[in-house]
């Protein structure tokens, strides 16, 4: 997707920029996006302490691409059991190829936040994509192959080596930070011990769970609130008018709601609102353009014959904005004496999101040495408002003149 042209979420590496949501952000913004991935951990926080593996369930692309398989596998005949697939060999022939166009779509996919895929397939037919980009492609590419091919549901068990308890793994990490994190008040799909007396030994439920779990032994790992097995209970019950015996509850001791009020999970929503907040004010706050000074390399300052002294900078500006902006230069003294400023820094036209370099000189009064002029360098758009400061020092000179 584009907005006004630009893409809706693409790290340009050649010109250091990220473009986000129709605005442009060069690196020196990048800032904002630490405080964005604070509140997104902040979120990812939440939402565990709230709703379990719920995301395991619902939105982990692992899953996704699980789904996607086995989905596909039962479309062509495949028996799909527990995560277990039973094929022929012309249905694993089958089964392969879609492995391979899945991965091959997931690489590219991932490379389009660096290449826009307007100029991706442009590249591709042209054969210019370049070789990080065939290298990224075939590296993802290789490894979602071989989770597809070979590992699928295994993400989400435990891998006990020798059938010993005490030496399980978890492929998974998230698996093992959510049992860190599970809460009294997180939501959880459980097989209610109270209405255990209707369970007709079916084994719907344990017949439908993807990780291959039975839900009636109690809370496992491995359940990744995927909803399989209450949607299996309830549709058995409802051939004899009863209600479903497994469902989502907040917590084990049936508080409801209320669960999620205790301490733990306020202090991270508290958290949470103060750095949304700052977000919103560092977002609203955000200067319209910038100006970065540095002396110039190899270009000593000098004494005119008039006893003023000229000092050579070059200058960083950038145009935050998406729109055309016409900006200039103008320097003070500290107690507000105007400096005159050499170059051509009056009226440049930057479009949206454009950076330009320039050079120019301050001419000012000769400084003494050890005690160095501070001059007020600023940024302005032409109607009187300043957008960006910047203080230049100037030191005194070398026995030299113009």
């Known amino acids: 997707m584009r907005i006004d042209g630009r893409s809706l979420l693409r790290l340009d590496i050649p010109t250091l920029s990220l473009q986000a949501f129709g605005e442009t952000f060069r690196i020196e913004e990048l800032y904002l996006f630490l405080l964005l991935g604070l509140v997104l951990v902040l979120v990812f926080l939440l939402l565990t302490l709230v709703l379990g593996r719920a995301w395991c369930g619902w939105a982990c692309p692992q899953t996704t691409l699980t789904d996607a398989a086995e989905g596909l596998a039962r479309l062509i005949g495949v028996k799909v059991e527990a995560g277990k697939m039973t094929a022929s060999t012309g249905q694993k022939v089958l089964l392969q190829l879609f492995y391979i166009g899945l991965s091959l779509l997931f690489a590219a996919n991932l490379t389009w936040y660096f290449v826009s895929p307007y100029d991706f397939f442009a590249r591709l037919s042209e054969g210019a994509l370049g070789g990080g980009?065939?290298?990224?492609?075939?590296?993802?590419?290789?490894?979602?192959?071989?989770?597809?091919?070979?590992?699928?549901?295994?993400?989400?068990?435990?891998?006990?080596?020798?059938?010993?308890?005490?030496?399980?793994?978890?492929?998974?990490?998230?698996?093992?930070?959510?049992?860190?994190?599970?809460?009294?008040?997180?939501?959880?799909?459980?097989?209610?011990?109270?209405?255990?007396?209707?369970?007709?030994?079916?084994?719907?439920?344990?017949?439908?769970?993807?990780?291959?779990?039975?839900?009636r032994r109690g809370y496992q790992i491995e359940c990744i609130n995927c909803g399989r097995c209450l949607d299996a209970c309830r549709q058995v019950m409802a051939r004899r008018q009863q209600p479903g015996i497994i469902r989502y509850t907040f917590g084990l001791q049936g508080r409801g709601l209320k669960a999620l009020l205790n301490p733990r999970l306020l202090l991270v929503a508290l958290v949470f609102a103060g750095l949304s907040a700052g977000l919103v004010v560092a977002m609203v706050g955000r200067p319209e353009a910038s100006l970065k000074l540095a002396r110039a390399a190899g270009a000593a300052s000098r004494v005119l014959a008039d006893g003023r002294q000229v000092t050579f900078f070059n200058g960083f500006v950038t145009n935050r904005l998406q729109q055309e902006r016409v900006l200039s230069l103008a320097a003070t003294l500290e107690d507000g004496t105007p400096v005159e400023v050499k170059g051509p820094v009056f009226n440049i036209a930057l479009g949206g999101g454009e950076k330009e370099r320039f050079n120019f000189a301050l001419v000012s009064p000769q400084a003494v040495p050890g005690s160095p002029l501070r001059v007020q360098v600023a940024l302005d758009n032409g109607r009187g408002e300043t957008l960006a400061r910047e203080q230049a020092f100037i030191t005194a000179p070398k026995d030299n003149k113009l």
């Open 133 to 215: 980009v065939l290298l990224t492609l075939g590296v993802v590419g290789g490894a979602v192959y071989l989770n597809l091919a070979l590992v699928r549901r295994l993400m989400c068990k435990e891998f006990c080596p020798y059938g010993r308890r005490l030496m399980c793994k978890e492929f998974c990490p998230y698996g093992r930070f959510q049992t860190v994190l599970v809460d009294p008040g997180t939501l959880t799909l459980r097989f209610h011990p109270d209405e255990a007396h209707r369970c007709i030994g079916c084994g719907a439920c344990a017949r439908s769970c993807p990780t291959g779990i039975d839900i």
